[in-house]
């Protein structure tokens, strides 16, 4: 008979997965902007041109990424731990005295993000203690750079890889 599941072990399985860094973004009905930090993005799609993220149910900004229309992602440059950080916290207005605009659907674009996605939503999914947000690209632009990365629970940058 197996051993019984370990959710901690999962967890640091998780985390030898190496991610880019996402702050995903959206807005309350009343205009307030709302966004989170995420590793669970990924391209779904080319035709058409779909993403995926995923929120915690336990999030306080779940209820406003499942009512949304539209929401945005930003993968987040090497420099831009800091931001990671923040919106990773609780109990403060993330986007006081950032960097950000409103896009053309409205969501929160953040000021030098290595790309930008602004999408509609168009299905969400009910999946364990998420919710999975799947989302038609309906912009998107990318500047160079290097990229924030997550690995073994901790920032990492890139470094180039050179072929021998």
């Known amino acids: 008979m197996p051993d019984p599941f370990d959710p901690a072990q999962f967890r640091r399985a998780c985390a030898r997965f190496a991610t880019g860094v996402t702050v995903s973004t959206a807005l309350a009905r009343d205009g307030t902007p709302h966004g989170f930090t995420a590793n669970s993005f990924t391209s779904v799609s080319i035709e058409p041109p779909l993403v995926l993220i995923c929120v915690d149910h336990r999030a306080n900004v779940h209820r406003y990424f499942e009512q949304a229309t539209h929401f945005g992602v930003n993968i987040l440059a090497e420099d831009q731990e ?3 950080v923040r919106f990773a916290e609780r109990g403060l207005d993330r986007f006081e005295g950032i960097d950000w605009h409103s896009g053309a659907s409205g969501v929160p674009m953040l000021g030098g993000a ?11 999914i009910a999946a364990g203690d998420h919710t999975i947000i799947l989302g038609e690209v309906i912009h998107a632009e990318w500047q160079e750079g290097a990229p924030l990365l997550y690995f073994a629970s901790g920032y990492h940058i890139a470094q180039p890889w050179k072929r021998e």
Request: charge should be positive.
């Open 82 to 84: 800091a931001l990671s």
């Open 114 to 124: 290595l790309a930008r996605f602004e999408c509609a939503t168009r299905q969400t």
